[in-house]
């Protein structure tokens, strides 16, 4: 069924309801190529949820694909299924064949609650998917580690802006969650001299994190108040809120996670604080870079050198940000509309 969403190209919600299969693809712009994001499964608390979100990610994935110079639009597929329910690969399969229906307008790829298995299950029935198994993403997670550098980089170019040096040397660094991309940026910084401090809701990885990086640990309820350079969320979207604004003693929060602001007004508010915000959807690019180069058929060394345009995309944002007087969330989107238009 197609739903009408003003401003958004197509919006479609998926039903079989034999196997009680449900999923929603949302297509936000296509101006500059096919729409390009990934397919999130997860548990939502009702259809609305599942909606808002997969219109949310499609167009922070067009604001994304646009600022880092990708020739694609922005989309997303929400799978409305937990993992955990019974077997998977039938619902992927007919998703693969949904995709497949729109003739290339959208192309899917691995996202929360997905895997490498999982893409290659959709691509049973479908070629518009990405990740897949021997996939330049998917050879030794690529995609994470690239994600990890660019917000590595990210760090670099925020360091200098606020400090002048780039060096990541003495600074600390506070790392909220340390799966995939967070471990990754952990070791990049801590090669380069960062002091860590570190937490996860999982205590192996944090006892994992301590034992390799040498990190300081802390409870998830008090990394947002430690006292650092560099806050750098990498867990859950929305944590920057008011509460959580009134309790960070940082210069920067810089970091992987989507969606960081709870609202937009937040990105002001971190400008009032004296808080470099280095804007989520311009330093966590590096996975969808690389699924950009795999597109291209470009390798692995090519993908890293794209990757390292984020330095120099968020310096734009900052000067951007400081000449207008617009927070550096608002000087962001302002440069992705303008490749847009
Ligand atoms: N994987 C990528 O390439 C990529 C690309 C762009 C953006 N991101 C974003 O970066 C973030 C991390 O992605 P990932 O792939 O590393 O995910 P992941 O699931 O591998 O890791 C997330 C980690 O956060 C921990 N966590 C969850 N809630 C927490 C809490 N309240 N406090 C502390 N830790 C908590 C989890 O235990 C887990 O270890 C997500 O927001 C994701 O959307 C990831």
Request: charged letters at 20%; a neutral charge.
């Amino acid at each position: 069924m197609e739903m009408w969403q003003p401003d958004y190209e197509g919006v479609f919600f998926l039903q079989d309801r034999a196997s009680g299969f449900k999923a929603i693809i949302a297509i936000d712009n296509t101006r500059l190529g096919p729409a390009l994001g990934g397919c999130r499964m997860w548990q939502y608390d009702n259809d609305e949820a599942a909606i808002s979100d997969a219109l949310r990610l499609a167009k922070g994935m067009t604001y994304k694909n646009a600022i880092s110079g990708l020739r694609y639009g922005g989309g997303k597929a929400v799978i409305l299924s937990h993992p955990k329910q019974g077997p998977r690969d039938g619902l992927l399969r007919m998703l693969g064949r949904y995709i497949d229906r729109l003739q290339g307008h959208y192309i899917t790829g691995m996202d929360l609650g997905t895997t490498v298995a999982d893409m290659d299950h959709i691509r049973e029935t479908t070629s518009y998917v990405t990740d897949v198994s021997g996939s330049l993403g998917a050879v030794n997670d690529l995609t994470a580690t690239m994600t990890a550098y660019g917000v590595y980089l990210g760090i670099r170019a925020a360091l200098k802006r606020v400090f002048g040096m780039e060096s990541v040397l003495g600074r600390t660094v506070a790392v909220q969650g340390l799966g995939k991309v967070g471990f990754r940026l952990c070791r990049y910084l801590h090669e380069a001299g960062a002091c860590l401090v570190v937490t996860d809701i999982d205590e192996a990885r944090v006892k994992l994190a301590a034992m390799e990086f040498g990190a300081a640990t802390i409870t998830p309820q008090a990394i947002f108040a430690v006292p650092c350079d560099v806050f750098a969320p990498c867990a859950l979207g929305g944590i920057l809120n008011d509460d959580i604004l009134s309790r960070l003693d940082c210069r920067i929060v810089a970091g992987a996670a989507n969606n960081q602001l709870a609202e937009p007004r937040h990105g002001d508010e971190l400008r009032k604080l004296g808080i470099l915000y280095a804007p989520d959807y311009v330093i966590n690019a590096g996975g969808i870079i690389v699924t950009g180069s795999e597109l291209s058929g470009g390798d692995a060394a090519e993908a890293k050198r794209n990757v390292e345009n984020i330095y120099g995309t968020l310096m734009k944002v900052f000067q951007s940000a400081t000449v207008s007087g617009l927070s550096t969330a608002a000087a962001a989107d302002r440069m992705a509309e303008n490749v847009l238009k």
